[in-house]
Each structure stands twice: as structure tokens, then as C-alpha cells.
């Protein structure tokens, strides 16, 4: 298997529309396969994130590493190290809920934005389960996003208490 400074700098070398069509062939086998192919990166696992398009209006699924962290999912914005922020990381900023698909375990999460010394944590502990991510970093001009997915707790049926 290759190792994560190799699939790092393959994914910059694709670019961002390159990694958009990988990621519309791994939603399928993904979910045909309930997650047990196109579960990975490197060492690193993936989810499938679906979104509301911020512009569409339309639900958008992209295959995303991620760092479980408790009950929440951590997502980082690299996009593979290509400047252009993924579509996902757009939609969350006007649309924070989300669903995302672990195997075939959907879960309902609202998403923000870790800061300060949280971020610093979460950014260190992703690169530590993935390495590229700190390759990522010293390509971008940018400063990536670390996204926390907390789920959504059950909500109570409108009148019940």
C-alpha cells in the first residue's frame, strides 16, 4: 500500500477536478459495498459527507478522510492540497447540517469550525493518523479549516414533551 507522502502528492498532482471524479466513483462502490471498499485513505478512514448545495440547493455526497474523535468526526479542508476550497467545506459555511454515512450507518451532525488551541489539537492528531496532511500544509496558501461533525441527538416530535 502507498504510503501517505505518495498518495499526497498524487492527489495535488490530479487537482481538485481530478479528486471530484474520484470521489463520484468511490460514493458508489462505497455504498455498494456498505463501505467496506472505498474505505480509506492511506491508513486514514473514510466517510461519506452529503451536503446542501449553497448555491443548487441540492444534497451533494463527497467522499472525505476523517478523524473519529468521540462521538464527533473531524474533517480537514486541504482538498488535497489544491487551493480551491472543496465544495463541501462551501456548503457547510451556509448550511451547517449534514448527514454522514460510516458503512451503512447514517448519522444526522451539525458542523463548525474548531479554533484556537481545539484546532491546533484536532490538526495535530489528523496528521498524526495521516501524514499528507502536513504535506498539504506546506502547499497551500491558505489556512485549511478543521471542521468538528457533532451528531444530532434525537429531536422530539413537534407538541411531544
Known amino acids: ?6 498518495i499526497a502528492k498524487a492527489s495535488k498532482t490530479i487537482g481538485a477536478r481530478g479528486l471530484r471524479w474520484t470521489g463520484k466513483l468511490n460514493v458508489p462502490i462505497y ?27 441540492k444534497r451533494r455526497t463527497a467522499p472525505v478522510l476523517y478523524l473519529p ?3 464527533a468526526m473531524v474533517l ?3 482538498n488535497g492540497g489544491n487551493e ?30 474548531a479554533t484556537g488551541t481545539e484546532r ?20 497551500l496558501e491558505r489556512t485549511p479549516s478543521v471542521w468538528v461533525l457533532e451528531p444530532v441527538g434525537e429531536r422530539p416530535a ?3 414533551r
Not at 31 to 54: E, F, H, Y
Not at 85 to 97: D, M
Open 1 to 6: 500500500m502507498p504510503g501517505d507522502h505518495f
Open 31 to 57: 455504498r455498494l459495498s456498505g463501505g467496506r471498499l472505498a474505505n480509506k485513505i492511506g491508513d486514514g478512514p473514510v466517510l461519506l459527507l452529503t451536503t446542501t448545495g449553497r448555491k443548487s440547493g
Open 69 to 71: 474523535h468521540g462521538e
Open 76 to 78: 480537514i479542508d486541504t
Open 84 to 113: 480551491k476550497l472543496p465544495g463541501w467545506s462551501h456548503n457547510l459555511k451556509a448550511s451547517p447540517e449534514a448527514e454522514v454515512e460510516v458503512g451503512r450507518r447514517k448519522t444526522a451532525v451539525a458542523a463548525r469550525v
Open 120 to 139: 491546533e489539537e484536532l490538526w495535530c492528531a489528523a496528521a498524526t493518523q495521516y501524514a499528507g496532511f502536513d504535506d498539504y500544509l506546506g502547499w
Open 158 to 160: 413537534a407538541g411531544v
